[in-house]
């Protein structure tokens, strides 16, 4: 109503205007009087109150008509003119749904306006989730319309722009879609959108004017911070990357790393965790020209940082070139470093991706340097004992790894009390289990099995969670009645446990990455706990299964799968599934070992049906 009061008082205070004044308009074409929308927002700062409130009610009329030229006003050097241009918006009525759009989309914009910022920012998700394009005329509108938040129309163009390139015989249409809604405007978010349509539709290279707006926007951040944010500019960085990873455009994507390595920050560590990422995110979509380019910009950097020595090997090694991986991995190795944690860092970031060979030499190297009595040297050892040496079998030695450490810090009060002020007392007391369930191995390969009970015991009083101490226990050679008994009410106790944490953990309804890691241990915990002893084995083979939904490709998931199918009679799936799981983590024995028991196992029935 107000929008449509403000001229009936204007005109019935026409004669009350100063002499020579009337509204601003040029003439069109055709003859008729076309509003100067210009004039007007000017007028919006004029010394004559009326004058000022004729000029608003004139732009209110002109509504949606006026909103770029309104849009460059808000940043108007005079203030009034710019409060005014900035009310005026927020006024203006817009209409979130289109006769032209799909059905579905009209029903999720019914009633757009009427959102808070995150329900709005939501919606905007499942408009980009929309197959063939559909929600890209309603987030093309929020991003050139939305003035609740800068942030909000400029999330519609970013959710739009990681599309990323269409296949050609879409691209036009998805590009006449996106521009129907665009008008004039200047701001960003519209020309995020306008570059997004030039780019779909001439896909030959990545257009350099990306660079430009994410330097725009890496500038707006630091000078205007309340429009824009970290994750919009890492978005539009991110965007840029993956177009450039589409057209191979080695420059580009040297030029949106660097971008990249500018948003990190100022410190010498900000910029060496982002050439991580980057050699990273190089290795995983095989990027090897521009991967050549960043290594010749930053080879200084590269060589004095064991970390990105090992991200390096680990690249090589992808390529094929496994040689000069070794010999990467080798210059890793020699770096100087008292740096205990990041030495750890390096052999869990390496062991993780399959080379507990390389992982070995720097765990020892830790052990060699490092107090028996420091945390990180226990971590090392620890480390040593679960992947390396007991891995091998060598049970005793890896016992004795852990109980020189043990045993130092036990009689070392101050040891003692800087593991709790690390807050590190829960891990000495897994540490010490695993040094019990190490002792027992060495004595059940010996066959005195009642050494091997008492210290699976002691292990057990200690980290009663452990499935393997519980699959040990189960199995252990020679028991009387009352021991096995214990050993299924312990293993039933933990199979219940996890069975009500896996059910708690599914009631969760805000999904995170942090909480499907948890889930998926859970549901693997118990696949291996059952495919190992007794139970369901077709839900374990389930269980297996929906922790590798959620941590797809996991190397120790597969080989709980791999345990899963052989419990369950499923001879061919279990080798299948074990050959992917060896292949991703080569070096690890107790795999290759049940690898081996599977492939004697085919081989054995192939010879019966003979």
């Known amino acids: ?37 210009q004039q007007l927002i000017k007028q919006l700062g004029h010394d004559d109150y009326l004058l000022r409130q004729q000029a608003e009610a004139e732009l209110l009329q002109l509504g949606a008509a006026a909103f770029a030229q309104l849009q460059t006003a808000e940043r108007h050097a005079d203030l009034e003119v710019a409060t005014r241009a900035r009310y005026i918006l927020n006024q203006i009525s817009i209409e979130w749904v289109r006769s032209t759009d799909p059905p579905v989309v009209q029903s999720m914009m019914s009633r757009y306006g009427e959102l808070s910022m995150q329900l709005k920012l939501a919606k905007i998700r499942e408009l980009a989730k929309l197959p063939d394009e559909q929600g890209f005329a309603a987030l093309s509108r929020i991003a050139r319309y939305d003035t609740s938040s800068g942030i909000v129309a400029r999330y519609a163009a970013l959710e739009t722009i990681e599309k990323g390139l269409l296949p050609i015989a879409r691209a036009p249409k998805a590009a006449a879609m996106l521009r129907g809604e665009l008008g004039e405007s200047n701001e960003a978010p519209s020309t995020w959108i306008e570059m997004y349509a030039d780019q779909i539709e001439s896909p030959e290279r990545v257009h350099p004017r990306w660079l430009e707006l994410i330097d725009e926007e890496i500038e707006l951040l630091s000078e ?82 064991r970390t990105l020595l090992y991200r390096l090997a680990l690249a090589r090694e992808k390529q094929g070139r496994t040689d000069e991986a ?83 810090v036990d009689q070392n009060p101050d040891a003692a009390q800087a593991f709790a002020e ?97 889930l998926a241990q859970r549901y693997n915990h ?42 369950a009679g499923d001879v061919e799936n279990a080798l299948k599934v074990q050959r992917e799981a060896v292949a991703k983590q080569p070096y690890l024995m107790v795999m290759q070992r049940q690898l081996q028991l599977f492939e004697n196992e085919v081989a054995k029935r192939e010879l019966e049906s003979e």
């Open 422 to 518: 690390l807050n590190q007392l829960r891990f000495l007391k897994m540490v010490k289990s695993n040094r019990d369930f190490f002792l027992a191995n060495h004595f059940a390969n010996g066959g005195d099995f009642e050494k091997e009970r008492k210290y699976l015991d002691q292990a057990y009083q200690l980290e009663p969670e452990n499935a393997d101490i519980l699959i040990a226990m189960f199995h252990s050679q020679h028991a009387d009645e009352a021991y096995r008994k214990k050993s299924q009410t312990r293993l039933a106790a933990a199979k219940k446990k996890l069975e009500v944490q896996i059910s708690q953990f599914k009631q969760v309804k805000r999904r995170t990455s942090k909480l499907n890691r948890e």
């Open 224 to 305: 205007a911070p309340s429009e824009t944010d970290d994750a919009l500019t890492l978005g539009l960085i991110r965007a840029h990357l993956d177009l450039s990873d589409q057209l191979d455009d080695d420059q580009a994507i040297l030029a949106g790393w660097e971008r990249r390595f500018v948003l990190a920050g100022d410190s010498e560590e900000d910029f060496l965790e982002g050439l991580e990422r980057a050699i990273a995110w190089l290795t995983e979509r095989e990027q090897w020209s521009a991967l050549s380019l960043l290594e010749d910009r930053y080879v200084g950097e590269i060589k004095a940082s």
């Open 526 to 567: 118990w696949a291996w706990l059952v495919s190992n002893t007794e139970g369901d084995y077709d839900k374990a083979v389930a269980y297996s299964k929906r922790s590798l939904d959620l941590q797809p490709g996991s190397p120790s998931y597969l080989d709980t799968l791999g345990r899963c199918y052989y419990a």
């Open 326 to 408: 070794q010999l990467v991995a080798e210059q890793a190795l020699a770096v100087p470093s008292d740096d205990f944690a990041e030495r750890n860092e390096c052999a869990d970031l390496i062991a993780a991706r399959g080379h507990h060979d390389w992982a070995e030499r720097e765990w020892y190297a830790i052990v060699d340097a490092a107090e028996a009595t420091d945390f990180q040297s226990l971590l090392a050892r620890n480390s040593l004992g679960l992947y390396c040496l007991n891995d091998r079998l060598e049970h005793k030695a890896a016992a004795d790894l852990l109980t020189e450490s043990i045993d130092a």
């Open 1 to 37: 109503m107000k929008t449509k009061l403000w001229p009936l008082m204007l005109l019935a205070l026409g004669g009350l205007l100063p002499s020579g004044i009337c509204p601003a308009a040029s003439i069109s074409e055709d003859g008729t009087d076309q509003p100067d929308v």
